[in-house]
């Protein structure tokens, strides 16, 4: 499978990865590797990893707790400790070994340590092949606010090994494959359609598509790395999304989201404001709640709820003076970006998709 390049970074995939990071890693002759993993990646994928590595140079592992929970600044003074500790120097290198979390925060760890050590993402969830370890976001949350404190930096590169995919539950699939509908629903109706033609999710079906998602994702980051325009299109779902996800994270009590299950929603709600505001036909909104609600569980939002969801979206990043600007779709495989969107129609947006069965 081809490899993808981006500005200063560069995925590959399948059979190429190992042989591409090993002969990296005799180039480069760092001091010591070390590998972030969490509880779960420490388990599953770990040894197999491991077991591909073909260097002489002094390996450490470090271990977080799993979970988005863990996405935070503690968990990374843990992380720059266990480096500082264990004598790590400008000639380390930090491979991040796991989902989302793993990547996000140890990539933010990396630019950070020492003012930036080297980096390299081995995603091991679908969400992290697709979109976290690719285009350089690095972060934590700030208490239940998503990714709010990072840096973007890219790492030296992105190893997308579809064999990592095989120890995951369903539900944390389906949460990667809405990255992936939304690559389709923000720039390719076809690449949509053919993802809703998709039956059950495995590995075999998955590899090619992944690398068309990342094509995808990496034609955008290429062009804005830093998010002053069209890097923007990939927040499609994420600004009532987030604030959603951030809501049910402060209140387990009600559910547990997923970032992907979150994300659904916000995608479900969002093309209902686009349908008011950006001309998005509604039977394309049919369409889109449809086959999102035939894959993500529907959620409960209370209304006693709305307001509190609402106010988080003072905190999204894309905001400006005070504005909050969303990523809309004018039909399916294309986006605009910077739309204001009035507030009866957040509580509409959210009553239509009560509304859904
Ligand atoms: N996850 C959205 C981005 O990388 O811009």
């Known amino acids: 499978m081809q490899s993808i390049k981006s500005k200063d970074s560069i995925v590959y995939f399948q059979e190429e990865t190992y042989v591409k990071l090993n002969k990296y890693l005799k180039k480069a002759s760092h001091s010591t590797i070390f590998i972030l993993v969490d509880t779960n990646t420490h388990e599953h994928c770990l040894a197999y990893f491991m077991s591909q590595l073909e260097v002489d140079t002094p390996i450490e592992v470090i271990e977080i707790e799993a979970g988005e929970i863990n ?37 933010f760890v990396a630019c950070t340590f020492k003012r930036g050590i080297s980096y390299i993402n081995v995603p091991t969830s679908l969400l992290a092949q697709v979109d976290a370890s690719v285009g350089g976001k690095t972060g934590v949350d700030l208490g239940n606010l998503k990714n709010m404190v990072g840096v973007i930096s890219e790492s030296e590169m992105v190893l997308i090994d579809t064999n990592y995919l095989e120890t995951l539950p369903n539900n944390e699939l389906k949460s990667g494959f809405a990255e992936m509908l939304k690559h389709g629903l923000i720039t390719d109706a076809n690449y949509w359609q053919r993802l809703n033609q998709i039956k059950e999710l495995t590995t075999t079906d998955l590899s090619s598509l992944i690398h068309e998602s990342v094509t995808i994702k990496n034609k955008i980051v290429t062009v804005d790395p830093t998010e002053q325009n069209i890097r923007k299109y990939l927040n499609f779902g994420h600004t009532l999304g987030h604030a959603i996800e951030s809501y049910f994270l402060t209140h387990p009590e009600k559910t547990t989201l997923l970032h992907g ?12 404001l686009a349908t008011k505001l950006t001309g998005l036909k509604t039977e394309e909104l049919d369409i889109i709640s449809k086959n999102f609600l035939a894959i993500y569980p529907k959620v409960v939002i209370h209304k006693n709820d709305y307001q509190s969801i609402i106010d988080l979206l003072i905190f999204d990043k894309k905001n400006v003076g005070g504005k909050v600007l969303f990523v809309l779709l004018n039909k399916i495989g294309e986006a605009v970006f910077n739309c204001e969107v009035p507030k009866d129609l957040l509580t509409d947006s959210l009553d239509y998709y009560n509304s859904l069965t």
């Open 71 to 107: 996405k935070n600044i503690e968990t990374c003074s843990g992380v720059w400790n266990a480096l500082s500790e264990l004598g790590a120097d400008r000639k380390s290198l930090l491979i991040n070994l796991g989902g989302g979390v793993v990547t996000d925060l140890g990539g």
């Open 261 to 272: 299950e979150a994300i659904a929603i916000g995608m479900i709600v969002e093309s209902f």
